[in-house]
């Protein structure tokens, strides 16, 4: 019969033997799987994930930046004016949840309340698990695990979501054109970096007088030097929104987020192009918005 010193030798084996078999399993996923050598190096390359909603999303995570690019699928692309076949990531998910709008939710309060209940992070692996299982996905679990640290990392400001064009041009008519005025800024300006962010206010709360107020408060910050915007004008929305956002034009997402925190808008910068337009990003103010103190 073996002693307990014996055995306990014995345990130590087989656990070394399990960390050197964990570690080189770990090592030939890095050199054969293109997203853990990104993710493990930090690489200034995109990481893209298709995730298999309706419509679906194209995830592009920059693990350099630790930004991230959502776009979202034109339903609506025909084939005799323009090309519909993009190329999608070889690497998927397909969630159980198919409704896009309805999954981002649950995606965007996850990255909110994981913090303070760490038990989502087995309902997550669990997820994983069984997509796996019923072939939904095609990730590797260190693929999974090492996403799944990245996105631990973020907020949902640290997302840029890009709608198709047929889509911006269905909601054109709720966005009212911004007004041509001599002073306004080239659009050729836009990409400048080193000057403040050129900002338009749409008061979609219901409230009377809030992008006044609001843009009393940035011109004063910008005149104190703790916040680089500009208010080129302010207007009523023309429906009433629940949430407030930041819709960017400029690609400065680091400036746009940093102005989001300071006015305590943290959901996801939506991206895109706007004929005509005359500001770098435009401020919705929702029935959410509290004013700053």
């Known amino acids: 019969m073996e002693s307990p010193h014996q055995a306990n030798q014995a345990i130590g084996r087989l656990l070394l033997a399990f960390f050197f078999l964990l570690l080189g399993w770990a090592s030939l996923n890095q050199y054969t799987s293109s997203i853990v050598r990104k993710l493990t190096t930090h690489a200034d390359n995109a990481v893209e994930i298709s995730l ?17 690019l959502v776009t979202v699928e034109n339903t609506n692309c025909n084939p005799k004016k323009s090309d519909c076949s993009q190329p999608l990531p070889s690497k998927f998910f397909a969630p159980k949840q198919k409704s896009r709008e309805l999954f981002w939710e649950d995606f965007k309060q996850n990255l909110i309340s994981w913090r303070y ?12 698990l069984t997509a796996l299982h019923e072939k939904r996905t095609n990730l590797a679990p260190a693929e999974f ?17 890009k709608f198709p064009v047929t889509a911006k041009k269905r909601q054109n008519h709720k966005t009212p054109p911004p007004i041509a005025a001599p002073t306004a800024p ?21 409230k009377k007088g809030v992008a006044q107020e609001l843009t009393q408060y940035l011109r004063e910050q910008n005149e104190k030097g703790l916040l680089r915007v500009d208010v080129f ?40 192009t706007a004929a005509n337009v005359m500001c770098d990003t435009r401020i919705i103010i929702g029935k959410d918005f509290d004013m700053p103190l």
């Open 145 to 161: 695990i090492l996403l799944s640290l990245e996105m631990m990392k973020l907020e949902p400001s640290d997302f840029a979501v």
């Open 117 to 128: 209940n760490p038990l989502l992070a087995i309902q997550v692996c669990w997820d994983y």
């Open 52 to 68: 298999r909603t309706k419509p679906g999303m194209v995830i592009s995570y920059n693990p350099a930046t630790s930004k991230a």
């Open 186 to 206: 080239k659009k050729a300006a836009l990409t400048v970096r080193d000057r403040p962010l050129i900002l338009e206010i749409f008061n979609a709360s219901g």
């Open 233 to 272: 004008q302010y207007e009523n929305y023309p429906s009433i929104e629940k949430e407030s956002w930041l819709e960017d034009y400029s690609g400065r997402l680091a400036d746009v987020k940093q102005l989001g925190h300071a006015l305590g808008i943290n959901s996801e910068i939506r991206t895109g």
